[in-house]
């Protein structure tokens, strides 16, 4: 069987683990032990966001690092994350990333159990010692998503629609609009979930009808949704997560990029080599690990340069964000 392995829903990863590579050849005792990776994910592995960079860089482990990857997706309740956790836990697995904050809890309560296993999740603290938790800095996305939006609306209307509202992304996203010009305005609704397309849509509608001609979504699932409402009705977006101009170029302004891919990578190699120190690490864009896509064309020079400069000044810490940062950072 190819060492390929592809990505599996949950229903079905217990038959495609009978079907896995043994890790041990009994003959030749001297082989090295396979570099053993898995990756588990809330959604689906194609939703051209957070869960699919994520997959990317496994499969970039798998190539450079030539190891040996699993995938999971749907693991969505916390029975699910204790049953895979502690299922690639016993089969040898080395690193084991849960691709969000929902793995906290299980992975900060399991982990001692399994000290031969690294655990790795995103954007909370880690407890024990074989766990990395790792932190992006929303607050930095919101403020330069909101600082090209603010510098672009002509309605002075813009359209937030975040999963939840009570993501890091939204107070200085506000404040960056406000501080473009006072006379504009944000109307901000939640999804109430990371994916439900329907949903975004039907406050997309409701946001173009109220005027808005920049529409801000910060999901996962349904971004593409929300900016094909915002070609559809000739107005603007912003991606989220990943760069999203491929939707529509007439119509993405830019996008704020966490380069999850690249993360991964780092992780596994910093992990193989010995060298993946503490157990909490932050990312910015100081470190190039979050970024601002490429700029429309339909962005003026000015704004480019404005955008720009100010980006310049907050990675070389001449100026700090305007706002109190609520996400948990680590050094």
Known sequence: MLRKLLCLPILVLFVGCSLLP???????????????????VEG????????????????????????QILCVQYVNTEEKQIAQAESLAKQGYELIFGNGRSFEAVFNRLAPAYP????????????????LAVN?????????????????????????????SSMKEIEPFIAAVKQQNRENS?????????????????????MIDKGADILVPMGD???????????????????????????SKETVLTSTVQNVTSVYLK??????????LGNCLTLDFADGSQDLAAFGAMVPEAVRKKVRQKLYEYKTGVWNLPVQYHSLRCR
């Not at 992006?136 to 939840?164: C, D, Q």
């Open 22 to 40: 043994q890790a041990e050849n009994p003959v030749n005792p001297s082989v090295e032990k396979p570099f053993k990776v898995a990756l588990l």
């Open 44 to 67: 689906k592995i194609y939703d051209q966001g957070w869960d699919n960079q994520a997959y990317m860089g496994l499969k970039e482990i798998e190539r450079k690092m030539r190891a």
């Open 116 to 131: 031969n296993t690294r655990f790795v999740f995103f954007n909370g603290k880690a407890l024990a010692l074989n766990v």
């Open 136 to 164: 992006f800095t929303p607050e930095s996305m919101g403020y330069f998503s909101g600082m090209v939006a603010g510098l672009m609306t002509k309605t002075k209307k813009i359209g937030l629609i975040p999963a939840y």
């Open 186 to 206: 944000v109307m901000m609704e939640e999804v109430g979930s990371w994916s439900d397309g329907a949903k975004a849509i039907q406050i997309a509608r409701r």
């Open 221 to 247: 699932g349904f971004n593409i949704d929300v900016i094909m409402e915002a070609h559809r009705a000739k107005r603007f977006a912003i991606g989220y997560i990943s760069d999203q101009s491929f939707v």
């Open 267 to 276: 992780i596994a190699r910093q992990h193989k080599s010995g060298q993946l």
